[in-house]
């Protein structure tokens, strides 16, 4: 209750005067800071050139060296390898694949960088909060519930790190491998496994190295995974409160207050009140604001689907692919494979759910657009105000969806059809 309170306070109060200083803002700027995805030159803040060149090089080498580490660790040691650590293996290079698709489609994009911009400078709901009292309630409302699900997916995000990385480091533990002579009749589990110079399998030195190099590559990655996530999310809610202030604001179109009525014969609008021409001077900027009001909304959505689009398509593949897979390493059904694989299982299948669900706001309350339009007083309009309204229920009538690659609606129908999809590949395989 006094975390809503606050949240809830005048911003005036706090001192808060840019969308910069809100709390998610920082947090999601902190952690793509990190990994050279924060648009710090276009936000105005200092980044030098050679800094951001060593910054790129560095991050280019980082998945580079997860993904083709990975798959040269599969190639060398097939043979060696259980089915158990075979599907390990093959998630790890999934991710890892991922990560690189953000990459270079994110972290190196200008178009990224510049939408990003767009964001945090015009269509943060901070810009739109005093049009209305509905807006600045409608700007709180999306405020609070930024700030609960970018600390939620935070927390998400650092507990499946860490369960990734404890798991195996709990395991030696357990089996004794850390104790003197512990590896002689076996060797040390990792999280991540890769083609080291040097000997981490039954060395201690050698394994500290590449635990401590697995924990580092673990967050990396993590944070490319998980944080283009939550800003993207705080983008589609932001999308979402435009809808809603959009929406209300034709909800409550100005009626006319003139005496005068109109008699239309067989009974369709009978004794309806029509505009003065004073009145229709205001109708018509009226809908002026709220037809460019959906047009900018209309092009930032669709600039978000040409900016995340190839993300959005791999992220599909990529809950397809892993889906079946994870499900085939925890129907092994021993102590080792549900300790490693079922919290992996729960929290990729939840984040497919979540960033599912979110979309979804957007393609639904766009849907109720079409019945605002046509719900403001367009009979007591002149002709060309009425042909003005027709135009702008033609343009209403699709829902607004954010697209993976131009190719599919991003919400639960597609996550609907991936999980029964992986489902179906799961009972496959498991019957080979």
């Not at 990994?35 to 980082?62: A, L």
């Not at 003139?258 to 003065?276: Q, V």
């Not at 694989?341 to 109720?368: A, D, H, M, R």
């Not at 009538?397 to 690659?405: D, F, N, R, S």
């Amino acid at each position: 209750m006094d975390l809503k309170k606050f949240l809830f306070e005048n911003e005036s109060v706090v001192g808060i005067n840019t969308p910069s200083q809100y709390i998610y803002i920082k947090i999601v700027r902190f952690m793509l800071v990190i990994v050279g995805s924060w648009p710090r030159r276009e936000m105005g803040e200092p980044e030098p050139r050679h800094q951001t060149i060593m910054i790129n090089s560095f991050f280019f080498c980082v998945v580079n060296a997860a993904l083709y580490g990975s798959i040269s660790y599969v190639c060398m040691h097939t043979s060696e390898l259980s089915f158990l650590e075979v599907g390990h293996m093959y998630i790890v290079i999934l991710m890892s694949a991922i990560d690189m698709s953000r990459v270079f489609t994110l972290t190196y994009s200008q178009r990224y960088r510049d939408l990003a911009k767009e964001f945090l400078t015009k269509i943060h709901l901070f810009f739109f909060k005093d049009r209305s009292p509905y807006a600045m309630l409608t700007h709180k409302k999306v405020h609070l519930i930024c700030h609960l699900f970018s600390l939620c997916l935070l927390s998400q995000m650092l507990t499946g790190l860490s369960l990734f990385n404890l798991i195996p480091m709990y395991t030696n533990y357990a089996s004794g491998r850390y104790s003197t002579g512990g590896t002689q009749n076996s060797t040390f589990e990792h999280s991540l496994y890769f083609p080291y110079p040097f000997n981490t399998s039954s060395d201690m030195n050698g394994y500290v190295v590449a635990c401590i190099l697995h924990w580092l590559l673990s967050y990396f990655c993590s944070t490319w995974f998980c944080m283009f996530d939550l800003f993207l999310s705080i983008m589609v809610f932001h999308l979402w409160g435009h809808f809603k202030i959009l929406i209300n604001s034709l909800n409550n179109f100005p009626k006319p207050s003139a005496e005068t009525r109109c008699e239309l014969e067989k009974g369709f609008i009978i004794n309806a009140d029509k505009y003065s021409k004073e009145e229709l001077v205001e109708v018509s900027q009226k809908l002026k604001e709220c037809i460019d009001y959906h047009r900018e909304i209309v092009q930032f959505t669709n600039a978000m689907s040409d900016v995340f689009g190839p993300m959005l398509f791999c992220y599909y593949i990529f809950h397809q692919t892993s889906g079946c897979l994870l499900l085939l390493e925890c129907s092994q059904m021993t102590a080792q494979a549900l300790i490693r694989y079922v919290p992996l299982t729960i929290i990729l299948t939840q984040q497919l759910i979540q960033l599912s669900v979110i979309f979804e706001l957007v393609g639904s309350e766009s849907e109720k657009l079409k019945d605002a339009v046509y719900g403001v007083p367009w009979e007591c309009m002149d002709a060309n105000n009425r042909k003005v309204v027709a135009f702008f229920l033609m343009n209403v009538q699709e829902p607004v969806h954010i697209k993976a690659l131009g190719v599919a609606n991003v919400g639960v129908t597609s996550m609907a059809a991936i999980l029964k999809t992986s489902m179906s590949y799961f009972t496959f395989l498991r019957s080979m």
